[in-house]
């Protein structure tokens, strides 16, 4: 072995000072634009509910911002793929314009009464903005992965809430099966800052209040296994679904502002139908899943209405529509499984989103984050059964296969790898 001139641990010192001083200027930025977006959001939702008339002009937002997106952010619109690609294979800055484009796309969405969620925006302005310190440090091609990675968990830890999470999303959302460790200390401060740096701007979080664990048996370990199925098969069925819908109407329809347009009319139609209860972020609904039963087909409503929202174009992201049909999925299988509201409503509220994403860890830790230590076992059985039924395709398109989920047949592999 060579031995260095210093110690391991004091060479150590000049990635520290370096990495933190870069993570912390990511997390800035990224929380920052994350509470300017929020702030955005909640004033588009209010102003949509005391207005409910404007869901008529969904059709006309959505052309809008589909034309927006045609002369200036055709270079951008792949988001939050377009950063795992660069993360994965570097070739030019993301640009500039994907951070503000992304931000009015989708609060335009909110506003006139689209199903998305905000996870996407957060993260593309968390990885935009992170990835022009490129140019001005001259970062090499290592370098720029890990800033990418600090800009997404900074994204994701802010707009929710949930740091350790959100430094596990950044790691873990880039391929199946394997975690990137090099950038475990960058997205780490990353991660922690950008959350301090939206509560210093007065950002303020959904509390969500699971009163009641359910002791650990044999019955409720056994119920929640089951439970992590349909999580996952469900998360699945979302991925898959929302990809779809969006080869079909792109097939069908090849001029991209006239997609959301008629997404949008669908949309609008059905809301006059069916009434506001599945557009939006859908928060109350997600806190009532905690507090009392509710339909069984609201799941359903919320998977529809978002699957035809991005499906034909508009922008927002899909973790909180997630969010919705995990927690009133768990809602509507309590009675069935023996067990509380609140306890399958929460185990749903990150188990769906642990299959569709494939980022099980970060859901269990989001899980402990949310609603406390006591779900730990519960999340961390639901989300790595939920992540292991939802097979190896997600919602992120450009997640690579690090390594499959468990051993299968030389047919299923290849099927997989092609």
């Not at 199925?229 to 097939?251: D, E, N």
């Not at 989103?353 to 899980?367: D, K, Q």
Request: proline share 6%; aromatic share 12%.
């Amino acid at each position: 072995m060579k031995l260095t001139r210093y110690p391991e641990q004091i060479a150590l010192l000049p990635y520290i000072g370096k990495w933190l001083t870069l993570a912390s200027l990511v997390a800035v930025l990224s929380g920052t634009a994350s509470a300017l977006f929020l702030f955005a959001l909640d004033f588009a939702t209010n102003w949509r509910e005391a207005h409910r008339w404007i869901i008529w002009f969904l059709p006309l937002a959505g052309f809008v911002v589909g034309w927006i997106y045609l002369k200036v952010g055709s270079s951008v619109e792949a988001g939050n793929n377009l950063l795992i690609d660069e993360v994965h294979d570097p070739k030019k800055v993301v640009p500039l314009r994907m951070a503000p484009l992304v931000l009015i796309g989708t609060v335009v969405s909110h506003w006139f009464g689209a199903s998305v969620g905000r996870e996407g925006t957060a993260v593309q302005m968390g990885g935009t903005l992170a990835d022009q310190l490129t140019h001005i440090f001259r970062l090499r091609h290592a370098e720029r992965r890990i800033v990418l990675m600090a800009g997404i968990s900074a994204g994701f830890a802010s707009v929710f809430g949930t740091p350790l999470a959100g430094a596990i999303f950044g790691l873990e959302v880039l391929a199946i099966g394997r975690l990137r460790y090099d950038a475990i200390f960058p997205c780490m401060v990353a991660a922690i800052v950008a959350d301090q740096v939206g509560m210093a701007w007065g950002v303020h979080h959904t509390h969500y209040a699971i009163s009641t664990i359910a002791p650990v048996t044999f019955w409720s370990v056994a119920a929640v296994l089951a439970a992590g199925i349909v999580f996952g098969l469900v998360g699945m069925a979302f991925a898959k679904s929302t990809h779809a819908a969006s080869a079909f109407i792109k097939r069908y329809i090849p001029y991209a502002p006239l997609r959301p347009m008629l997404g949008g009319a669908v949309v609008a139609l059905a809301v006059w139908w069916l009434g506001t209860r599945y557009i939006g972020l859908g928060i109350p609904v997600i806190v009532e899943a905690f507090q009392q039963p509710l339909a069984p087909w609201d799941f359903l409503g919320k998977f529809i209405f978002t699957v035809g929202s991005l499906g034909s174009g508009f922008k927002g992201g899909e973790v909180t529509p997630l969010f919705y049909i995990g927690a009133t999925l768990g809602n509507a299988m309590a009675p069935l499984l023996h067990l509380p509201f609140a306890l399958l409503a929460g185990l749903g509220f990150v188990g769906v989103f642990a299959g569709a994403a494939n980022t099980p860890l970060a859901s269990t830790i989001m899980a402990i984050e949310l609603f406390g230590p006591e779900i730990g076992p519960y999340a961390a059985l639901a989300c790595v059964v939920a992540y292991l039924f939802s097979g190896h395709n997600g919602i992120y398109r450009a997640q690579r296969v690090g390594l499959l989920k468990h051993r299968l047949p030389p047919v299923a592999r290849d099927r997989i790898k092609d």
